[in-house]
């Protein structure tokens, strides 16, 4: 069974850092795209950002280019979201997902329905 479990999330005020971690297991995670969304009140999912596991290229949506940085250590079989310079609307539940399909994160539009296994994400709060 494909687990994926997300943590990391907190409070943290405006101009903050917080990194997430996904850690994966029930899958050969050096073969799989890993990606982060998140999803405010009222809104849909969004992408925010993944990592390809053909050769580690990364994308970002142009709200958190410069600021987000994707990550992965396939010996821990574990993807991080290092988050920089927090705003107000950063604030989500982020979530963390996985896709073997070598169509899946080949530039910065990946949607959520592309991707196969998910977590249950984490909250992130950013106060003003």
């Known amino acids: 069974e494909v687990q994926l479990q997300a943590s990391g999330g907190g409070l943290v005020q405006t101009g903050g850092s917080l990194r997430l971690s996904c850690v994966a297991s029930?899958?050969?995670?050096?073969?799989?795209?890993i990606g982060w969304f998140r999803q405010a009140p009222g809104k849909g999912r969004e992408g925010v950002s993944c990592?390809?596991?053909?050769?580690?290229?990364?994308y970002y949506s142009d709200s958190v280019t410069g600021r987000f940085i994707i990550s992965r250590d396939n010996t821990k079989k574990t993807a991080y979201l290092q988050m920089n310079r927090l705003k107000a609307e950063d604030t989500a539940v982020y979530y963390c997902?996985?896709?073997?399909?070598?169509?899946?994160?080949?530039?910065?539009?990946?949607?959520?329905?592309?991707?196969?296994?998910w977590g249950q994400g984490t909250q992130v709060t950013v106060s003003s």
């Open positions: 997902a996985a896709d073997y399909s070598p169509s899946v994160c080949i530039d910065a539009d990946s949607s959520a329905a592309e991707f196969a296994y």
């Open positions: 029930g899958l050969s995670f050096e073969d799989y795209n």
């Open positions: 990592i390809s596991y053909r050769d580690g290229s990364t």
